[in-house]
Structure formats: C-alpha cells, structure tokens
C-alpha cells in the first residue's frame, strides 16, 4: 500500500547483503504472492531484473514469459521466512530453470534463526515467535481459538 516505504525497506535489505555476494547477483527471483512486491523493489534497489516464481499446478516455476539464461546468478527475496520450506521450493525451480542461486534475502525472519536453505541467508529483522504444542499452551493462549493463515492447507 505504501510503495515508498517498500522502496526503503528494499534498500536497506540490499545494503545488508555482502558486497562479495551483491555484486555478482544478475537477476532477482521470488515466490508469488508474498514476495512479489519485495523482490520487484529488491531488483530495483539492485539495478537487475526481477521476476516471481508461481504455482499454477502446486509446484513453483517461472512463467508469464519470465526466463533465465543457463547460469544466471540469482537472488531469492521473501517477504517472510518461516519454516523454509517455500524458499527451498522456490529455489529448486530456479535452479531447473536454469538459474544460480547464491543466497536469500527477506524482510522478516521468523524461523529464530531455525531455517536451513542451503545458502547463505540475509534477513532485515528477525522475529522470534515463540510456538508450543497444543497440550502445552499457556493458559493465557489455550482460550483463544487457533487459526491457520497463510498460503499452505492445514494439515
């Protein structure tokens, strides 16, 4: 809602990626829905391309004419990390696609510092959120219905 503000959360996300990795990134790639507006302001903060990865039938890849040439050097941007596991997806499809990717960047970590994605991660901020299982909740917590946002079914 606030492009301006997107804008300077971009750059200040790329000014916390080492410049041995900056400065070889040629294109800037991330998962739709969530990371679209982040990844599009990471590649003009960046000066590179930027495009999304999707999931028509459940699984990522590059389309609406998006392409990477053989070896292209790839940013990952997410707005948001938890687990990891739609970073590693979305990786993965980079890389049948063609693509290199050499690290991650994201607003918000939210996996306390948990996640592995095989590459080397830059967060903005992170966000340690405790969680618990359900016959251990804080009494506080128990009276509050649960609900499950995002994109992923519950399981």
């Known amino acids: ?14 000014d916390k990626i080492p410049a041995d990795l900056r400065n070889r990134i040629e294109a800037v790639v991330s998962p739709a829905m ?28 590059l389309r609406r004419g998006f392409h ?3 070896g292209t050097i790839v940013l990952m941007v997410e707005d ?9 997806e979305a990786i ?5 696609a063609g693509g290199d990717v ?4 994201a607003l918000v970590d939210r996996s306390s510092g948990k996640a592995d994605l095989g590459i080397p991660f830059v967060p903005l901020i992170r966000i340690d959120v405790p969680t618990y299982r359900a016959t251990s909740l804080p009494p506080e917590l ?7 946002p995002g994109s992923r079914a519950a399981a």
Do not use: C, N, W, Y
Not at 35 to 55: D, S, W
Not at 102 to 105: D, G, K, L, R, V
Not at 142 to 148: D, G, H, N, T, Y
């Open 34 to 61: 969530g990371g679209v507006i982040i990844g599009h302001e990471m590649g003009r903060a960046l000066g590179k391309p930027a495009m999304f990865v999707e999931r028509p039938q459940g699984t990522f890849e």
């Open 68 to 70: 990477l040439e053989p």
């Open 142 to 148: 128990a009276s509050i219905p649960a609900i499950k």
């Open 92 to 96: 993965e499809a980079v890389r049948a």
């Open 1 to 14: 809602m606030d492009p301006a503000r997107a804008e300077r959360l971009a750059r200040a996300l790329a």
């Open 102 to 105: 050499i690290a991650e960047a």
């Open 80 to 88: 948001v990390v938890t687990t990891g596991l739609s970073s590693r």
